[in-house]
């Protein structure tokens, strides 16, 4: 199925170029995929576009068979790349609450787009070599976690043909050629919050007249850092993040609200149980032991699931992937505390999915293939949401990417 992919590759990269240099915010990807449809029709699917809000669905039938999913996101992040590439992003947008932003693919949806293109413009042209239907799905919002959801909630299952698998892949901060698939649970659940803490404001003079919302929104801060040590086992792993504190414009005018953006992250159900009861009543006390006159405000932000992979198909795409390019370059890696909302599709439809990382940047900068983070870690390499995650050695890693997919695909193609 892989013949005559490589010579696809110069235009894979000029779709890729494109994207990046125009990024758009999650469920706001119109130009996104208005591209992508029309790049699939000329590959010949069935195109459905507007699903789940932004989403693009193609269809691309060869005989009877199974059915196979492949899925990449589309949307960007409100971050200002810097200077480095011919085709970097200068586009800007407005944010869910009203704030413009500069907009950037600091995640790698546009390599995760522009592969899944690849692969279906090959599997067109290699119809004699497979059978069965494709879904090719371009997902809108994973940034936020409601795309896939959106999707699904917009009908998905109905009104496309079923599947027998979904498969999926994310660029990560790794060498070039590098492929990493884990059976079992692969990255973490993730929930983010938003947490309104109310005051008396006044004077900054009179400091006794008031109740100060900031002091009541540091207390929180430190108390909300116990949760994981004092409170979850050392077995379990679990993160909490307030990544965001807004209260107050001047300096003598003591405001009355405060406002913390918190993320938690687990691995396993009773532990984030544990730890969402942790925060509400962390919150509640603090703000109730400073005399607050109302009672915190606890709002969801967004949510994902936990990722877990089907052991088996895990394996079997593990398995075809060392067969293909070689063992030296498939890792196992640990469980990942990022987050995916990609699970949602398999699920939905009851059938097994498995998702995995293909590397994107230079060799030279990992030591060590099989533990890529330690160089993001060590500052050698950018790690995702950085404003300097854009992939090196374009062709090699949208060649290895999409190889991916089609060799995935394979195994229930035939």
């Not at 947490?195 to 900054?204: D, E, I, K, N, Q």
């Not at 929180?220 to 965001?244: F, G, H, N, W, Y």
């Not at 032991?289 to 109302?294: C, E, K």
């Amino acid at each position: 199925m892989l013949t005559g992919l490589e010579d696809r590759i110069a235009g894979v990269r000029e779709l890729y170029e494109d994207l990046h240099r125009n990024p758009e915010l999650s469920f706001q990807e119109e130009r996104t995929a208005g591209v992508l449809a029309q790049r699939l029709r000329t590959a010949g699917c069935e195109v459905t576009s507007g699903v789940g809000g932004t989403g693009v669905v193609a269809v691309l039938r060869n005989g009877d068979g199974p059915g196979v999913l492949l899925r990449a996101d589309m949307d960007g992040l409100p971050v200002r790349e810097v200077e480095q590439v011919a085709y970097r992003s200068t586009a800007v947008g407005v944010d869910a609450d009203g704030n413009e932003s500069p907009v950037m693919h600091a995640c790698g949806h546009d390599a995760h787009m522009a592969a899944l293109i690849g692969a279906i413009e090959q599997l067109a042209a290699r119809r004699d070599a497979w059978s069965g239907t494709v879904l090719a799905v371009l997902q809108p919002a994973e940034e936020v976690g409601g795309g896939a959801q959106a999707m699904v909630d917009d009908g998905f299952l109905d009104r496309f043909p079923a599947f027998d698998v979904a498969l999926g892949q994310h660029i990560a901060s790794a060498p070039s050629r590098h492929l990493y698939v884990r059976p079992g649970v692969f990255m973490a659940a993730a929930d983010s919050l938003r947490v309104t803490v109310h005051g008396r404001g006044g004077h900054g003079a009179q400091p006794q007249a008031t109740v100060d919302p900031i002091v009541i929104a540091s207390s929180i801060v430190l108390r909300l850092q116990t949760v994981v040590a004092r409170e979850i086992s050392p077995e379990d792993v679990a993160v909490v993040t307030v990544a965001a504190v807004h209260s107050g414009g001047k300096e003598n005018v003591i405001p009355t609200t405060a406002e913390l953006k918190l993320n938690v992250r687990t691995f396993d159900p009773e532990v984030r149980e544990t730890v969402l009861a942790a925060i509400g009543r962390i919150v509640r006390h603090e703000a109730a032991a400073a005399g607050a006159p109302r009672e915190p405000g606890i709002e969801p932000i967004n949510a994902f699931p936990l990722l877990v992979n089907d052991v088996d198909a895990a394996r079997r795409v593990s398995d075809a992937f060392a067969e293909e390019f070689g063992d030296e370059f498939v890792h196992t890696p640990q469980a990942k505390a990022g987050s995916e909302d990609f699970g949602v599709f398999g699920t939905a439809a009851g059938v097994p999915s498995v998702f995995w990382n293909f590397g994107g940047f230079d060799p030279e900068l990992y030591a060590d293939p099989a533990k890529p983070n330690a160089a993001v870690a060590a500052g050698k390499a950018p790690g995702n949401h950085s404003p300097e995650f854009v992939p090196t050695g374009l062709e090699p890693t949208l060649l290895r990417a999409s190889s991916a997919l089609i060799t995935a695909a394979a195994l229930w193609l035939g």
